[in-house]
């Protein structure tokens, strides 16, 4: 069955680096989301991102953070200098184009920690 | 504010046992979500529904709109359902399907 993949499964950097987070959602689906979970926190959305642009984002999703469908499979979070409190698991997820429930395809995660 | 609230946040069962996960909503939605995230944290989707009810296996799953509820039944509940549950509602029907609000899980934890 095909999967969400992500890649790193776990990212260290420094405070104020910039980090990529990557994401190759399943090939026929053309939603795609970002969420995070802080360590014993619940899940929260960042972003949904269709057609090539973002169609919702929370609160939580400010000019430090972007994404981008650089090429045909891959789907990546950019965090600009990250901060302590964005150490986090971000989850990457993808959807079918149908009408109707299109249930959510998951990744694994990459927890990153921020130092 | 929007909220998902669910109950209990934590359930030990014996093995065999029916079980039952409760979540509640303050506002009105399109659809919700029943997500499993395992120990290593992976997350899987069980169900979205919008209406009714569906059942995948020895899980259940039913949705309540008016009265802004939704349950998650597991039947002769076995150590492998051990596993954080979680309830989403979709907000926006008419856009992306994954603005979620997230309920905060229940634990569940079935022994032998």
């Known amino acids: 069955e095909p999967e969400v993949t992500q890649t790193p499964s776990h990212q260290v950097t420094q405070m104020g680096q910039e980090v990529i987070l990557r994401c190759v959602p399943i090939s026929n689906h053309l939603y795609f989301y970002w969420y995070r979970q802080i360590l014993g926190q619940k899940v929260e959305f960042l972003v949904s991102f269709y057609n090539n642009e973002i169609s919702e984002k929370s609160e939580i999703f400010d000019d430090q953070f972007s994404v981008e469908r650089p090429d045909g499979s891959n789907f990546t979070l950019k965090i600009r200098s990250t901060k302590l409190e964005d150490s986090a698991m971000y989850f990457c997820a993808s959807s079918r184009p149908t009408g109707g429930n299109s249930p959510l395809h998951f990744g694994n995660g990459t927890r990153l920690t921020v130092t | 504010k929007n909220e998902v609230e669910q109950s209990p946040q934590n359930l030990t069962a014996q093995e065999g046992e029916f079980i039952t996960i409760n979540c509640s909503y303050s506002?009105?939605?399109?659809?919700l979500h029943w997500l499993q995230q395992h120990p290593g944290g992976g997350i899987v989707s069980l169900f979205m529904?919008?209406?009714g009810k569906k059942k995948h296996g020895r899980l259940i799953a039913t949705i309540n709109i008016q009265e802004k509820h939704s349950s998650l039944h597991i039947t002769a509940s076995h150590p492998r359902d051990s596993a954080v549950y979680i309830c989403?509602?979709?907000?926006?029907?008419?856009?992306?399907?994954?603005?979620?609000?997230f309920g905060k899980g229940t634990k569940l934890s079935v022994k032998p």
């Open positions: 506002v009105g939605i399109s659809a």
């Open positions: 529904l919008s209406s």
């Open positions: 989403a509602a979709v907000l926006n029907y008419g856009g992306s399907q994954g603005n979620l609000i």
